[in-house]
């Protein structure tokens, strides 16, 4: 079946670190790949988005590459500020999808202290 | 952002009494999704509709009802509401194809 793997948190960085969050799926054939992230006290905001294999998404200075050779999609950014601090999720919707549906990992809290 | 309204946005009621969460758009998008939100579960579907009286269940559909009499409106309802449905909930919307899906800001619900 479909699921999407993330690296455990909390993670904590210093402000201006590197940020990698891992994500790793299994699906059918070439899912559509999402990052989202979700404030503190608010809903979840789409962050970057890949629909095939090598695409590379990007916003706020995040990026993520769809690779499917490793069924990854890594969430990454070179510098990162106390404002990234939130909770972040990566989810997939599979190749024929009924529904619109979107399976989601976990989740991985960010917290950068300044 | 998406026009996606929650209400109410938090609740407090007694165990075995009715619950109602409405969930509005203006996007005029098919699909429709309820999720809960809890501590080391992450999101998990409840119900989703993808269209006018057309619904489905999620994973986590037991003690839930829904239901979409018109296309901007997702009703959740607990008909009999007990302490383990303590949570946030969440309205999500999308439209046709691997589209992602757009959140409403939530309804914290705390049953006593």
């Known amino acids: 079946g479909n699921s999407v793997t993330q690296m455990e948190g909390p993670v904590t960085l210093s402000e201006e670190a590197f940020l990698t969050i891992n994500c790793t799926y299994t699906a059918t054939g070439y899912p559509s790949l999402f990052w989202y992230v979700q404030y503190p006290g608010e809903g979840l905001q789409l962050l970057l988005k890949?629909?095939?294999?090598?695409d590379k998404g990007s916003n706020k200075g995040f990026e993520a590459t769809y690779r499917k050779e490793t069924t990854s999609f890594h969430l990454e950014k070179g510098s990162v500020q106390v404002s990234d601090s939130a909770v972040y999720f990566c989810a997939l919707s599979p190749l024929y999808n009924q529904g619109g549906k979107l399976i989601f990992g976990q989740g991985t809290e960010l917290s950068v202290k300044p | 952002d998406a026009g996606i309204t929650q209400s109410p946005r938090h609740k407090v009621t007694e165990t075995g009494t009715p619950v109602t969460l409405r969930c509005h758009q203006t996007e005029n998008h098919r699909y429709m999704y309820w999720y809960r939100q809890d501590p080391g579960h992450g999101l998990r579907l409840i119900h989703y509709s993808y269209g006018v009286k057309d619904t489905d269940k999620g994973e986590v559909s037991d003690g839930y009802s829904v239901s979409r009499s018109k296309t901007e409106d997702f009703l959740l309802t607990l008909e009999s509401a007990t302490s383990s449905q303590t949570s946030v909930y969440f309205c999500?919307?999308?439209?046709?194809?691997?589209?992602?899906?757009?959140f409403g800001d939530g309804t914290r619900l705390s049953i006593l």
């Open positions: 999500a919307i999308s439209g046709q194809g691997p589209q992602p899906q757009h």
């Open positions: 890949a629909t095939k294999a090598d």
